[in-house]
């Protein structure tokens, strides 16, 4: 019988040590790079001038702006907020005349919906993001619709649902777009190993 207390245990056998080290990691690349500031902000920039010009105002016209935030908000909640996307839209219901916090409303709703199913959202590719985006922007456009149809006493109709499904086959475009200079990073990490 040994005298050796039983806390102190034995010390792990070369077997043992050969089997953790040829563990690896699920994923190499744990933390995700992030993007600047200036292409963050000069996208959303860009899109907001987009969104004044007079070609929006065709009520099956996608909602570019909504677009990038939505995307940002799903890639970059830290840098674009509700906050960014309401004071955003109040500028565009300033310029387009429209009834004050429908936009602002809108993409409230659309930025707080991603941020709901971000972590959800962030395992599928984007063919599968775009499905779960969808009802999303349904709700988003639908909601501030309704309200202006109560509020002015007539309806605009139902292609603003043309403007939902534009944006959804407008998703994979904009995120190979937007995440390129990511895709550059990491063939240039790969080719440096």
């Known amino acids: 019988m040994s005298n050796k207390p039983s806390y102190i245990r034995a010390t792990p056998t070369p077997e043992r040590n050969r089997s953790l080290s040829s563990l690896q ?11 600047s500031l200036w292409m963050v902000w000069g996208t959303v920039f860009l899109m907001w001038l987009v969104s004044l010009l007079p070609w929006r105002l065709w009520p099956m016209a996608p909602d570019l702006l909504l677009l990038v935030l939505c995307f940002w908000a799903l890639h970059e909640p830290r840098r674009v907020s509700m906050i960014t996307g ?4 109040l500028l565009l219901d300033v310029h387009g005349g429209a009834l004050l ?9 659309a930025i707080y919906g991603v941020g709901m199913l971000q972590r959800r959202l962030l395992l599928f590719s984007s063919f599968v993001q775009l499905i779960h985006l969808l009802p999303i922007w349904i709700v988003a456009l639908a909601i501030p619709r309704f309200i202006h149809a109560w509020f002015v006493g007539e309806w605009a109709g139902w292609e603003w649902l043309w403007s939902a499904a534009l944006m959804a086959a407008l998703w994979p475009i904009a995120d190979f777009l937007l995440l390129l200079p ?9 080719s440096s190993t």
């Open 25 to 35: 990691p699920i994923d190499s690349s744990p933390f995700k790079p992030v993007s």
């Open 86 to 89: 309401f004071v955003l839209g």
């Open 101 to 109: 916090g429908e936009h602002a409303l809108s993409y409230v709703l």
């Open 182 to 190: 990511h895709r550059r990073l990491d063939d240039d990490d790969e």
